[in-house]
């Protein structure tokens, strides 16, 4: 039934309202989504989004004059994604919490013959409730089954179903004869619009630890093949400095009338390593008997633990060098 041109107009108004008034859009397929559950969707949103729908030749108009009246909108490129028997949701709030929304809202459907199942559709075994006169039927869809206590008792589950294929009409009675209500319908998301980007709703699923996972794995790589080719980068700059820190300590340990204040450490380590291990025992025996006081053995520090850091400096570990 077309519109009334009062209604129309105010369609004009709203829409060109909510295109002023918005810069992402949710395009989300409608099938079999009944107005009891489109207005119980609307009500959940309320004050976060607005849902949409409409007639695409006229939500097409309206976005054609929109865009003649403000060429440098961003909403002026969704005319695109009018296609087929979709709908859309706008907001300007965090898509995913919104995106939760849209979802949420689901109710069970039966299985309507010639429907096309989203999902694989089983029978439970277990007692059906029918009477044994029903027997036949059960027996066309081969459904194994045998009388118990006066009644029809399926005997092992079985799959009846497959998602992508047609509901048929005996399939559908089944069902229906059991109470099963298989399917469960809502809105569902296709794509979405973000200040002139489109791109699909798996996108939404990206946390900010799956990004820095990914940049992490990034930036190894980047210092694994500057370091092996040569070639400075950013990423490779630490690992770099330690290596050439590492290089200077291994020249000074080898002279014996050349050193430098960070490498004395390391000499003297490898000079007298007892006079580093002397401390242990001294640990060790706190542990057996009473506390230790403190003393000056506290303030011996073990030169490759702790006394300096990957440049030398002292307060830190080396880190991985």
């Known amino acids: 039934m077309p519109l009334s041109k009062e209604k129309k107009r105010a369609y004009?108004?709203?829409?060109?309202?909510?295109?002023?008034?918005?810069?992402?859009?949710?395009?989300?397929?409608?099938?079999?989504?009944g107005s009891t559950q489109m207005n119980t969707t609307r009500a959940a949103m309320r004050g976060k989004a607005e849902i949409l729908m409409g007639k695409n030749t006229l939500m097409r108009k309206i976005i054609k004059d929109f865009q003649k009246e403000n060429p440098d909108h961003v909403?002026?490129?969704?005319?695109?994604?009018?296609?087929?028997?979709?709908?859309?949701?706008?907001?300007?709030?965090?898509?995913p919490p919104i995106r939760d929304l849209i979802l949420a809202n689901k109710v069970p459907a039966p299985a309507r013959p010639n429907a096309v199942a989203p999902i694989d559709v089983s029978i439970p075994a277990g007692p059906t409730g029918c009477d044994p006169g029903q027997t036949s039927f059960f027996q066309t869809l081969q459904v194994p089954t045998k009388i118990m206590k006066g009644q029809i008792e399926i005997t092992n589950s079985m799959d009846l179903i497959k998602k992508g294929e047609k509901v048929g009409y005996a399939e559908a009675a089944l069902l229906e004869k059991l109470k099963i209500r298989p399917f469960s319908y809502g809105l569902e998301v296709n794509k979405i619009f973000d200040n002139g980007s489109v791109f699909g709703v798996e996108v939404l699923d990206i946390t900010p630890e799956i990004l820095q996972a990914r940049f992490m794995?990034?930036?190894?790589?980047v210092a694994a093949i500057s370091l092996e080719i040569g070639f400075p980068t950013q990423a490779a700059l630490p690992h770099t400095i330690g290596n050439c820190f590492k290089s200077l300590v291994a020249v000074a340990v080898g002279l014996d009338n050349y050193t430098?204040?960070?490498?004395?450490?390391?000499k003297d380590f490898l000079a007298n390593?007892?006079?580093?291990?002397?401390?242990?025992?001294?640990?060790?025996?706190?542990?057996?008997?009473k506390p230790v006081e403190a003393g000056p053995a506290e303030e011996e520090v073990d030169a490759l633990d702790g006394g300096m850091d990957m440049f030398g400096g002292g307060g830190g570990g080396g880190g991985d060098y």
């Not at 004009?12 to 989504?33: D, P, Q």
């Not at 794995?217 to 790589?221: M, P, Q």
């Open 260 to 266: 430098f204040k960070e490498a004395q450490p390391f």
């Open 217 to 221: 794995a990034a930036c190894r790589k």
């Open 12 to 33: 004009v108004v709203k829409m060109n309202r909510i295109l002023s008034s918005y810069t992402k859009v949710f395009v989300v397929e409608v099938e079999n989504v």
């Open 75 to 95: 909403m002026a490129n969704i005319l695109d994604l009018i296609e087929g028997n979709v709908g859309y949701v706008f907001t300007n709030d965090d898509l």
């Open 273 to 289: 390593p007892s006079a580093f291990a002397s401390a242990a025992p001294a640990a060790g025996a706190a542990t057996d008997s």
